[in-house]
């Protein structure tokens, strides 16, 4: 992989998480999200541009994300000294998440298991259902429902962009997933299946329609942020670990 391989899945995942920033978004020497909902993934700081003074950066975001909670994400589209000014300035480094990627190119092997249906939602299906089958997942509580259905609603990304997939087995919604098309890249996102029905196959199965969409429109790599969980699923479909976010909170 290159380095110009890797900068186009920083950017989509920059891209991506800028598609919360309903109450505030910015990608210059700070790029940052603000949704506003109080739940820590869905407001932060996704990079500080090398030539940005790391002690600006903190007390503009301080600023800018004051009475929400949220995240650092110290990558490697961020200056390289990034980590070490937070962990001085006082922030708690929470955990680390992997970037996966994988070559689109290859064979996609994966049989959906029996009695799974997965379509993708279009402008005449709710989203309600699809935010509500990936909130326990994410942590999303019953509170936040209505605002985090309405960022869903109101995201900036180019038409087309986010393809919503969702897994139906006997009738029931029981996951989701999302295909994110910027920078050529296929970013996978929402990967998720409700507690009672895990370990059947139905995410793997979620991920492997969004890289076949991505490849249907030409894409040649798919990217993604894992979870502990998720890497294990990811890396029998074949990606790989290309590099690592460390996260940091207030």
Do not use: C
Not at 113 to 136: E, K, M
């Amino acid at each position: 992989m290159t380095t110009a391989d890797l900068d186009r899945q920083l950017a989509n995942a920059r891209d991506y998480w800028l598609g919360w920033g309903a109450a505030d978004r910015s990608d210059g020497a700070l790029t940052l999200y603000r949704s506003s909902v109080a739940h820590p993934q869905l407001n932060g700081v996704l990079r500080v541009s090398p030539h940005h003074s790391p002690q600006d950066a903190m007390a503009e975001a301080e600023d800018r994300l004051a009475g929400v909670p949220h995240l650092w994400w110290a990558g490697p589209d961020s200056r390289p000294d990034l980590a070490d000014h937070l962990l001085a300035a006082g922030l708690t480094e929470s955990g680390t998440v992997p970037i996966m990627s994988r070559d689109l190119t290859r064979p996609i092997q994966e049989t959906p298991p029996p009695g799974l249906r997965i379509h993708q939602l279009t402008d005449l299906d709710p989203l309600s259902g699809w935010v509500h089958t990936y909130a326990p997942s994410f942590g999303v509580t019953p509170d936040q429902y209505d605002q985090v259905l309405q960022v869903e609603h109101d995201r900036p990304d180019k038409p087309g962009a986010l393809v919503r997939f969702a897994a139906h087995w006997n009738g029931r919604l029981v996951g989701t997933s999302a295909l994110f098309d910027a920078h050529g890249v296929a970013g996978i996102y929402v990967v998720t299946t409700q507690e009672t029905h895990r370990r059947r196959g139905i995410g793997t199965a979620l991920t492997a329609a969004a890289m076949r969409e991505g490849r249907d429109r030409d894409l040649d790599t798919a990217t993604l942020q894992a979870s502990a969980a998720g890497v294990p699923v990811y890396q029998r479909l074949g990606f790989e670990t290309v590099a690592t976010y460390r996260m940091f909170s207030g």
